[in-house]
């Protein structure tokens, strides 16, 4: 099992910049990769980014690309979501999930199919708003 603990959501205001942290314990030597979801009110969880722990390739969604980054502390087994320009659109509960499958191939679709992950953070509340 994988445990995950999200932080950093908050208020801030179009333009800003906000970053989340995902914490992993438990077995986090299973994980493949980490991802970051957002799920807006009234709409369905969607992909933001993920990056693999190995050999840290990242993947990203095309309304974030430029603007978000998402990176990995090994040693603290840490995902962090450095989002910068950030827009009222922006506005969601952003969870982390890991994927802990062996896996002898893995790209974007992988990266962004929700069912792929096996473990989900509680998630924490990202609102962009002047």
């Known amino acids: 099992q994988v445990q995950l603990v999200e932080s950093g959501g908050g208020l801030v205001q179009p333009g800003g910049s906000l970053r989340l942290s995902c914490a992993a314990s438990?077995?986090?030597?299973?994980?493949?990769?980490t991802g970051w979801f957002r799920q807006a009110p009234g709409k369905e969880r969607e992909f933001v980014t993920a990056?693999?722990?190995?050999?840290?390739?990242?993947y990203y969604a095309d309304g974030v690309k430029g603007r978000f980054i998402i990176s990995r502390d090994s040693a603290k087994n840490t995902v962090y979501l450095q989002m910068s320009s950030l827009k009222p659109e922006d506005t969601a509960v952003y969870y982390c999930?890991?994927?802990?499958?062996?896996?002898?191939?893995?790209?974007?679709?992988?990266?962004?199919?929700?069912?792929?992950?096996?473990?989900w953070g509680q998630g924490t509340q990202v609102t962009v708003s002047s």
């Open positions: 999930a890991a994927d802990g499958r062996v896996r002898s191939y893995y790209g974007r679709d992988v990266a962004g199919d929700p069912k792929e992950y096996g473990y």
């Open positions: 990056i693999t722990w190995r050999g840290g390739s990242t």
């Open positions: 438990g077995r986090t030597f299973s994980m493949y990769a």
